[in-house]
């Protein structure tokens, strides 16, 4: 696996269960609702893996950076990629908080840049695509490609893997190779042993475990290199970031929002380094739509405060 952890961030990873809002809750409660981490030095016994707490997710204020993965937070995860559902009014919703946050809001994805353009049009957005190897670090600039490795021959052998195993499906993008096994997850045994001889085969790159997909990707790049790149640039800097993600491949960027003194948001269950969770993508959607409003979206020492508090 490439995610790389320090012995601090292990030390921080825990195991808790997500707490889905009922249809009550929802209605009375200013947001989604999470389920915190319990504390590095909990027991092992079975009561320590539940939540000790649960609150509200944190409102965004005028000066927070807003990073949103996109499927399994945007969306729901399905079995083909290309079915995904956008949910209605979306896009809209993303349009009006990066209009608000003066254009400090990215999507922080493992897919191509030509797919979040597609299942987003006509909206436009700062974008970190491939887990960050392709970038638009504005929505009116031009797309850069970090690494592009020469991927033909794993192109080549995967494909012929995956007509060989059915239900096997092989993504090529522009500096990754994706294998996803999501139809068939008895073969994941077989699917890690073979992308792991097709790393060893390739210079420069490393493997990258997601929720039913392997992918081989550039080494040193990742969610958390984009974040951290992003925060540097005049719209995001001097931020406080916000990262919302679902999977393994999004704790690099957990880790490095968290180190900044900001807040990462894992969807669903897992062991994690975010300090906050929600159970669903429609917590998440609905915690952006509460945000669009002025009511939410309040001052900027609002999400301080909040991260102060116990």
């Not at 807003?66 to 559902?85: H, N, Y």
């Not at 597609?118 to 638009?136: I, K, S, T, V």
Request: aromatic share 4%; with cysteine.
């Amino acid at each position: 696996m490439t995610l790389t952890l320090h012995a601090t961030d292990l030390g921080r990873l825990s195991v808790s269960h997500p707490v889905s809002a009922t249809s009550a809750e929802v209605g009375a409660a200013p947001a989604a609702t999470f389920a915190a981490n319990q504390p590095a030095d909990a027991s092992s016994d079975s009561s320590a893996a539940e939540p000790r707490s649960s609150s509200a997710l944190p409102a965004l204020h005028a000066h927070s950076a807003l990073f949103l993965d996109f499927d399994g937070t945007l969306v729901d995860l399905v079995e083909d990629p290309d079915a995904v559902v956008v949910p209605s009014g979306l896009t809209t919703t993303l349009q009006k908080l990066h209009t608000r946050l003066g254009g400090a809001l990215a999507v922080v994805s493992g897919r191509s840049l030509q797919d979040l353009d597609r299942f987003l049009e006509p909206l436009r957005l700062p974008l970190a695509a491939e887990h960050g190897a392709q970038r638009r670090m504005a929505a009116a600039a031009d797309a850069i490609a970090l690494a592009c490795p020469d991927l033909r021959d794993v192109v080549r052998s995967a494909t012929v893997f995956a007509a060989a195993n059915p239900g096997l499906r092989v993504e090529s993008k522009r500096s990754a190779v994706a294998l996803h096994y999501r139809q068939a997850p008895h073969l994941q045994a077989e699917c890690i042993r073979f992308m792991t001889a097709a790393v060893e085969a390739t210079a420069n790159v490393e493997l990258l475990h997601g929720k039913c997909v392997l992918e081989i990707k550039p080494s040193g790049i990742s969610k958390g290199t984009a974040i951290s790149d992003f925060m540097k640039l005049p719209a995001f800097k001097g931020r406080v970031p916000v990262f919302a993600g679902d999977d393994t491949t999004d704790e690099s960027g957990f880790s490095v929002v968290e180190a900044l003194g900001g807040v990462g948001i894992k969807v669903g269950a897992g062991a994690t380094l975010a300090s906050r969770r929600c159970a669903f993508p429609s917590d998440i959607l609905r915690w952006l739509a509460q945000a669009e409003s002025d009511s939410v979206l309040g001052s900027a020492d609002s999400l301080q405060q909040q991260l102060a508090s116990p």
